[in-house]
C-alpha cells in the first residue's frame, strides 16, 4: 500500500527559509496529486497546496506568496519549501495522497507528520 | 476563520448516536464534494469519508455521510469510546481555489 513519510529539519530560525520532503513509497508521485497539510499547536487543519505533475499545481492564498511547492519523480520525492517563516508558521506538517479533480478532493493516505518549530 | 462551520463538541453515551454538521455556502459545499477527516491525538488524521457519503476500504459502515444544499452532516451510529477524537470536514472552495478544512468538532463519548 502506499505509504508517505515527511523529513526535514525540526527547528527553523524566524525569517529562514523551511524545506521538507515526502517520501512515497508503494505509488509513482506521476501519476497522482499530493498534498502538503499542517496543523499548529491547538489549532485545526489547514490545507497549505498540492502538485501534481499532470495538472496545474494550487497553493493556498493565504502562504501562495511565500511557497514553493516541487516534485523530484527520480526520488518519488515532493517538497515543500516555505520562505520566511515566522513562529505562526510552527505546526505539524503531513503530507498526503490527493484523490479527486475539480470539485471532488480528498486527501488518503496521510504521512505520520512532522513536527517543525520556528524559533530563535 | 473557517469558510465552513461546525460545533465545537458534540457527546454521546456509548451505543447512542452523533451527527456533526458542517455548513458551508454555495461555492464550498454547496457546489463540491465533502469529505470527513478523524484525528486522534498524537496520530495522522484518517479519510472517513469523500464524496459526500462514500467509505474508503475499511471504514466501517457506522460512519456515514451525507450532504444537503450547501451543509453536511457525519453520522457516527453506535458509538465506541475509541471513536473520541476530533472530527474534520473539508471540501474545495471554488471562490478561493483552496482546500478548506472545518475548525473540526470534539466527539466525547459520556
Known amino acids: 500500500q502506499v505509504q508517505l513519510q515527511e523529513s526535514g529539519p525540526g527547528l527553523v530560525k524566524p525569517s529562514e527559509t523551511l524545506s521538507l520532503t515526502c517520501s512515497v513509497s508503494?505509488?509513482?508521485?506521476?501519476?497522482?496529486?499530493w498534498s502538503w497539510i499542517r496543523q499548529a499547536p491547538g489549532k485545526g487543519l489547514e490545507w497549505i497546496a498540492y502538485?501534481?505533475?499532470?495538472?496545474?499545481?494550487r497553493y493556498n492564498p493565504s502562504l501562495r506568496d511565500r511557497l514553493t511547492i516541487s516534485m523530484d519523480t527520480s526520488r518519488n520525492q515532493f517538497s515543500l519549501n516555505l520562505k520566511f517563516v515566522t513562529p505562526a508558521d510552527t505546526a505539524v506538517y503531513y503530507c498526503?495522497?490527493?484523490?479527486?479533480?475539480?470539485?471532488?478532493?480528498?486527501?488518503?493516505?496521510w504521512g505520520q507528520g512532522l513536527l517543525v518549530t520556528v524559533s530563535s | 476563520q473557517s469558510v465552513l462551520t461546525q460545533p465545537p463538541s458534540e457527546s454521546a453515551a456509548p451505543g447512542q448516536t452523533v451527527a456533526i454538521s458542517c455548513s458551508g455556502s454555495r461555492t464550498s459545499i454547496g457546489n463540491n464534494y465533502a469529505a470527513w477527516y478523524q484525528k486522534l491525538p498524537g496520530t495522522a488524521p484518517k479519510l472517513l469519508i469523500y464524496?459526500?457519503?462514500k467509505r474508503p476500504s475499511g471504514i466501517p459502515d457506522r460512519f456515514s455521510g451525507s450532504k444537503s444544499g450547501t451543509s453536511a452532516t457525519l453520522a457516527i451510529t453506535g458509538l465506541q469510546t475509541g471513536d473520541e477524537a476530533d472530527y474534520y470536514c473539508?471540501?474545495?472552495?471554488?471562490?478561493?481555489?483552496?482546500?478548506?478544512f472545518g475548525p473540526g468538532t470534539k466527539v466525547t463519548v459520556l
Open positions: 498526503a495522497k490527493t484523490g479527486g479533480g475539480g470539485g471532488l478532493f480528498w486527501c488518503d493516505p
Open positions: 502538485v501534481s505533475s499532470s495538472v496545474v499545481s
Open positions: 508503494g505509488d509513482s508521485i506521476s501519476t497522482d496529486q
Open positions: 464524496e459526500n457519503y
Open positions: 473539508a471540501t474545495w472552495d471554488s471562490s478561493v481555489s483552496a482546500y478548506v
